[in-house]
C-alpha cells in the first residue's frame, strides 16, 4: 500500500490572547491593550466589538463606547493553552508540532482513512475546538508552512493537490509572509501586492535586493526546499488549570466550568490510548488557597459525558468553603486502555456488567470513595491477611478454593469450654476435620492453629480454631 502524501492541517486561534484568559465568551466587554504610553486595543471579545471596539482604537475611545475591561496581555497564559490545545489534538495525529504564538499544525495525512475523509476530520476537529471555547480558523495544504499562510490571510483552504499549490499561494496578501516592516515597505514600494507578484520576479534579483529569508520563506511554501517541524511531545501525566473570569460560588456554575477540562481530559487521554480511573479536583479559592475532592472510577474511563455525570453527582454533595477563582484537574496516572470487540448485539450480561459499573460509580460519587469498596485477596494463608479493601472492580488475586466464610469478625473471639468442648449459644459440633494454619513467621505475625467448621444446637455454623494451648476462639460465620 503506498504511503499517503503529506497534507498539513493549520489550527488557528485568532482570539488565544483572550481566551487564554477565559475572556473570550460572555456578556462583558473586555479588551487587550498594548500598554505604553498611548495605549490602544489589541483585541477585543465579542461583546466587546458589538459595541464598536475595533483593533487599534485609543482606549479613551473605547471607553467612551461604553463599559469595558481592560487587562494585560499573559504570553504564559497563551503558551500554556497552546501546549493543552496540543496535546488535545493527539487524539486525530501522531505528528502535532506547535506554530506559536497561536497555531497549531497537524500532519494528517496518515489520518484521513480513520476519520472518513478530509471533511470529516475537519468536521470533527472544528467542533472539538469550538466546544473547548476557541475561535478557530482551519487551512490545509501539502506544506505546514502553506497551510500556516491561508491562515494568516483568513482564508480558510483546504488544499491537496501540489500542482495547484503555486497559484493558491499567489493570490495571498504580502502580510502572510511575517517579514520586517523595512522589507514590507521596501516591497509595498515596487508596486507589489501579493505573493504572485513575488514569484513572478527574477529568483538572483530577489535575492540580491531583499536578503535570502524572502525566498527560502516562498520555496519552504511550494515544498522546494525541506521545512521540518519538531513534534510536540504531551506530558505524562494531566494537569490544567483554568482560570474563572469571576468568582463562582455555587456547584451548578463548577459544572459548566469543569466540562472544559473534562474535553481537554478525553483529548489528552485518546491520544494516549490511555483511560482515567482517578480524577484529583483542587479548587483553588481566595487568597490562592485551595480545596480539593477526588474522583474514582471502577474501570478506566475517557468518555467526557460519563465523566461529566460523575462529577455533577459529586458536587451536589459538596459545600464550598468560599467562592472559587480557578479549577485544577490532575490525572497522575493514565491507564492504558485496551481495545474490546463488542458484540454487535449486546445481550444481558453485558447490558448488567455496565448497568453494575455504572451503579457503582455513581455511588462511590455520591458517598465517597471509602464509602463503597471491594475486597481484594492476598495469597497469604493467615485468614486476616488473605484480604484488603480495593477499589471495586480490582483484579483479585487467585488462591485454592477453601471452606472459608466470608463473615470474619474483626477479632477472634474467645469461646466458654466445658468438659473440652466449646461452647456458643449450646456445644458445638464439629463437622469437618482438621486445617492446621501455621504462618506468620516472616513478619513476626506467627500464628499456629487448627481450625473446625462446628454447629451448635441451632443448626449455625461457625468457622472456629484451637491455638496450641488449647483456648478455643471463634473467628467467622457460614449462615
Not at 49 to 70: C, D, T
Amino acid at each position: 500500500m503506498p504511503t499517503p502524501a503529506p497534507l498539513w492541517l493549520c489550527l488557528g486561534l485568532p482570539a488565544l490572547p483572550l481566551e487564554a484568559l477565559g475572556l473570550g465568551e460572555g456578556p462583558v466587554a473586555c479588551v487587550l491593550s498594548t500598554g505604553g504610553q498611548d495605549p490602544r486595543v489589541l483585541i477585543g471579545s465579542r461583546a466587546a466589538y458589538l459595541l464598536g471596539i475595533a483593533p487599534g482604537m485609543r482606549l479613551g475611545a473605547a471607553h467612551a463606547l461604553g463599559h469595558i475591561e481592560v487587562h494585560s496581555r499573559c504570553g504564559s497564559a497563551e503558551q500554556v493553552a497552546l501546549e493543552a490545545l496540543a496535546a488535545w489534538c493527539g487524539q486525530f495525529t501522531s505528528l502535532v508540532s506547535l506554530a506559536p504564538p497561536d497555531g497549531l499544525l497537524l500532519e494528517i495525512g496518515r489520518s484521513l482513512a480513520l476519520f472518513h475523509g478530509l471533511e470529516g476530520l475537519v468536521r470533527r476537529i472544528r467542533a472539538g475546538v469550538s466546544d473547548l471555547g476557541y475561535q478557530a480558523i482551519l487551512a490545509s495544504a501539502p506544506t505546514p508552512l502553506a497551510a500556516i499562510f491561508f491562515v494568516r490571510a483568513h482564508r480558510a483552504i483546504h488544499l491537496t493537490d501540489p500542482r495547484h499549490l503555486h497559484d493558491a499561494l499567489g493570490r495571498l496578501p504580502l502580510g502572510v509572509l511575517g517579514l520586517d516592516e523595512d522589507v514590507a515597505e521596501a516591497l509595498a514600494g515596487l508596486g507589489l501586492r501579493d505573493l504572485g507578484d513575488c514569484l513572478r520576479l527574477p529568483r538572483d534579483g530577489l535575492t540580491r535586493r531583499f536578503g535570502p529569508e524572502l525566498l527560502s520563506l516562498l520555496d519552504r511554501a511550494l515544498g522546494r526546499q525541506p521545512d521540518p517541524r519538531v513534534p510536540f511531545e504531551p506530558p505524562a501525566r494531566f494537569e490544567r488549570v483554568l482560570d474563572l473570569p469571576h468568582e463562582v460560588d455555587d456547584t451548578e456554575a463548577l459544572q459548566f466550568a469543569a466540562r472544559r477540562l473534562l474535553l481537554e481530559l478525553t483529548g489528552f487521554l485518546r491520544g494516549r490510548g490511555a483511560g482515567a480511573r482517578r480524577l484529583l479536583w483542587r479548587l483553588v479559592h481566595r487568597d490562592r488557597r485551595e480545596s480539593a475532592f477526588r474522583l474514582d472510577l471502577v474501570e478506566p474511563s475517557r468518555d467526557a459525558e460519563h465523566l461529566g455525570q460523575l462529577l455533577q453527582i459529586r458536587l451536589e454533595q459538596l459545600a464550598l468553603p468560599e467562592p472559587v477563582r480557578a479549577l485544577k484537574l490532575i490525572v497522575d496516572e493514565p491507564c492504558p486502555l485496551a481495545s474490546v470487540t463488542l458484540p454487535l448485539l449486546p445481550g444481558a450480561k453485558e447490558r448488567n456488567h455496565a448497568q453494575s459499573l455504572g451503579f457503582l460509580e455513581r455511588l462511590r460519587a455520591r458517598l465517597g470513595g471509602e464509602a463503597v469498596r471491594g475486597l481484594h485477596l492476598v495469597p497469604d494463608h493467615r485468614p486476616e491477611a488473605a484480604w484488603r479493601f480495593c477499589t471495586p472492580g480490582e483484579a483479585s488475586s487467585s488462591l485454592a478454593r477453601q471452606r472459608r466464610p466470608l463473615w470474619l469478625l474483626a477479632e477472634p473471639r474467645a469461646l466458654v469450654v466445658r468438659e473440652g468442648q466449646p461452647q456458643l449459644r449450646g456445644p458445638l459440633e464439629l463437622l469437618s476435620g482438621r486445617e492446621r494454619i501455621e504462618a506468620g513467621w516472616w513478619d513476626g505475625r506467627p500464628i499456629a492453629r487448627d481450625y473446625f467448621v462446628a454447629r451448635n444446637p441451632a443448626g449455625s455454623r461457625y468457622w472456629v480454631f484451637r491455638e496450641e494451648h488449647h483456648r478455643w476462639f471463634v473467628h467467622g460465620i457460614f449462615d
